[in-house]
C-alpha cells in the first residue's frame, strides 16, 4: 500500500464486494442524461442525478502510485495516470471520468494576480494544500490595509508586464481569450484568512463600521477583478456571459446577524451585477456545518449549493424550494470507502428529494485522494434501488 492512500480497507463490505454491486450501468447512464435536464428538476427525470464525477487527485491511490495529489505533476505523466484511471473507471462505472488531453503549455496565459494578493496576503504551499496567509492582526493595521488597497490600481497591479503581448500571441495561435473570473474565494473566508477568524468575529462586533468597511471593500475589489477579466476577454455590460459562484466555508462561524452584515450584502451586489438572469448561475460552495444561515442564503435565489454533510436536503428545501443541492453524501464516508455507509446516506438523500426534486447527488465538499471508483459505483448503486422518482 502506497504512502498516499488514505482510504479504509475494514469495511462491512468489502472493495470486492462493492465492484460486483448489481447496477444496470447502459440504463445507469441513459436515465442519468435525463435526471439532469431542468436543473434536475425535470418531471421526466425517472432517478436522482448524479453529480459525482471524481477528480484528478483520486489516480493515486486508485493506482497505487506515488504522487501529490495537490502538488505538482509533470503533463505527460499527468495525461497517462489520467488514461490509465479511466480504464479501470469504463469497467467499475462505465465511464471515462477524467480529461486524456490538456491545453498546450504555450496556450497558458501568465499568472493573474488574485484577490488575496490584492489584500496583501501570501497563497502559500505547505507540501500539501495551498493555503492563503495575511499580514494585518490590528484594527489599526487593517485600517490602514483598507486604505491602500482602495488607492491600488487594480489592472496594473492584477495583470503582469507581458499580458498584452502574450494575450494577443494566444489568441492570434489558438483563437482563446483569457479567462473570466466567475468564481472567487468568498467573503467570510477571505476575511478570515487575511484578518484572522476570532479577530473577524470581535472586530464586527466591537468596531462594527470598521467591518461594515472591510465588506465593501471586498466587494469593491471583487467587482473590480471581475469587469477587468471582463473587458481582458472582450466583454461589456450588454453582452457579458451572466453567473457567478462563492466557496465560503468560513461563514458558518458567523452568526445569521453578523453575515447579514458582512457576507450577504457582497453576494446580493455581486449577483445583481453579474446574474441578473433567473437562468445566470447563482451558487454557493460551503462545506461546514452553516444551516444558522440558510434563512438568509435563501433570499439570493441560488441556482445551486454544495453544503455541508451536516446540512441535508429536507433543510435546505425549506429555504431553497427552486435550488439544485449538490450533495449531501460525507466526503469522510466517500473517502473511507465504507460502503455500507455511503449507501445508507445516499438512500436518506433519495428518499428525503422524492417529492421535492432537484438532487444532484454529490459529495458535501471535496473529493479526495483515497475515494475509490467502487465507492462511485455504490452511489450508483444506490441511486437505481432507492433513487427512483
Known sequence: MNRYYVG???????????????????????????AHKGNCFSPEAPQVALGIRMSE???????????????????????????????????????????????????????????????????IHNGVAEWLEGTVSTP????????RVEKLNLREFMLPPNWESEKKRIYEKYGIKPPLLRHIRGPVTLATSIYGAENLIFLIIDEPDLAKRFSDVICKVIM??????????????????????????????????????????????????????PEDMR??????????????????????CNFGP???????RKYMPKTRIDGCLSPMTFMSNDIDAIIREV???????????????????????????????????????????
Open 8 to 34: 479504509r480497507r475494514d469495511t462491512a463490505m468489502s472493495i470486492k464486494d462493492a465492484a460486483m454491486l448489481d447496477v444496470d450501468l447502459e440504463q445507469f447512464w441513459k436515465d442519468d442524461e435525463l
Open 57 to 123: 487527485e483520486c489516480v493515486f491511490a486508485e493506482l497505487g502510485e506515488e504522487g501529490n495529489p495537490w502538488g505538482y505533476t509533470p503533463r505527460e505523466r499527468r495525461l497517462e495516470l489520467n488514461k490509465r484511471y479511466n480504464d479501470k473507471a469504463e469497467q467499475i462505472v462505465g465511464r471515462r471520468l477524467l480529461p486524456e488531453t490538456l491545453p498546450e503549455p504555450d496556450a497558458e496565459f501568465p499568472y493573474v494576480k488574485r484577490i488575496g494578493e490584492v489584500f496583501e496576503g501570501k497563497y
Open 140 to 147: 489599526a493595521e487593517l485600517e490602514k490595509l483598507l486604505d
Open 224 to 277: 473590480g477583478m471581475a469587469e477587468i477579466m471582463d473587458e481582458e476577454a472582450g466583454y461589456d455590460e450588454t453582452n457579458r456571459p451572466g453567473g457567478f459562484s462563492f466557496a465560503d466555508d468560513n461563514c458558518c462561524l458567523l452568526t445569521p446577524e453578523m453575515y447579514e452584515m458582512f457576507g450577504y450584502p457582497i453576494l446580493k451586489a455581486v449577483f445583481d451585477r453579474w446574474s441578473p438572469n
Open 283 to 304: 451558487y454557493q460552495h460551503s462545506d461546514s456545518d452553516m444551516g444558522h444561515l440558510l434563512p438568509i442564503l435563501g433570499r439570493l435565489n441560488f441556482t445551486g
Open 310 to 316: 451536516k446540512v441535508l436536503v429536507d433543510e435546505i
Open 347 to 389: 438512500r436518506r438523500d433519495c428518499e428525503m428529494a422524492r417529492e421535492c426534486r432537484g438532487l444532484n447527488l454529490s459529495t458535501a465538499g471535496s473529493i479526495n485522494n483515497g475515494s475509490l471508483l467502487t465507492s462511485m459505483r455504490a452511489v450508483m448503486y444506490a441511486i437505481q434501488k432507492y433513487g427512483r422518482y
